[in-house]
């Protein structure tokens, strides 16, 4: 059975920083392409990061280019989200996802969703 569990959000300062992680069981994520994903209050799911099962390649949502980095250690089976310069409109739920085929931003690839973690931006 594949469980796929985000950790790491919490409560920050604008200009903070958080690492999220993703872990998985079940499967192996070296295999898999990771995305990351958030909803806000009153909006849609937007993916904002991807990165490759095959070449570790990553894309991101413009907004958070430059800010956010993903990465993975295969060896603990996980994949990271480090966002640097938070700011009040990263506010969201925070979802990892997993899907065999590439690096996309858009949902429906994706078979294997964790249960999201909160990220506050607040002062």
């Known amino acids: 059975q594949v469980q796929v569990v985000e950790s790491g959000g919490g409560l920050v300062q604008p200009g903070g920083s958080l690492r999220l992680s993703c872990a998985a069981s079940?499967?192996?994520?070296?295999?898999?392409?990771v995305g990351w994903f958030r909803q806000a209050p009153g909006k849609e799911r937007e993916g904002i990061s991807s990165?490759?099962?095959?070449?570790?390649?990553?894309v991101y949502l413009h907004s958070v280019k430059g800010r956010f980095t993903v990465s993975r250690d295969n060896t603990k089976n996980t994949v990271y989200l480090q966002m640097n310069s938070l700011k009040p409109e990263d506010t969201a739920v925070y979802y990892c996802?997993?899907?065999?085929?590439?690096?996309?931003?858009?949902?429906?690839?994706?078979?294997?969703w964790g249960q999201g973690t909160q990220v506050t931006v607040s002062s």
């Open positions: 996802a997993v899907n065999q085929f590439g690096p996309f931003l858009s949902d429906y690839a994706y078979e294997y």
């Open positions: 079940g499967l192996n994520l070296g295999s898999y392409a």
């Open positions: 990165i490759s099962g095959t070449d570790s390649s990553t």
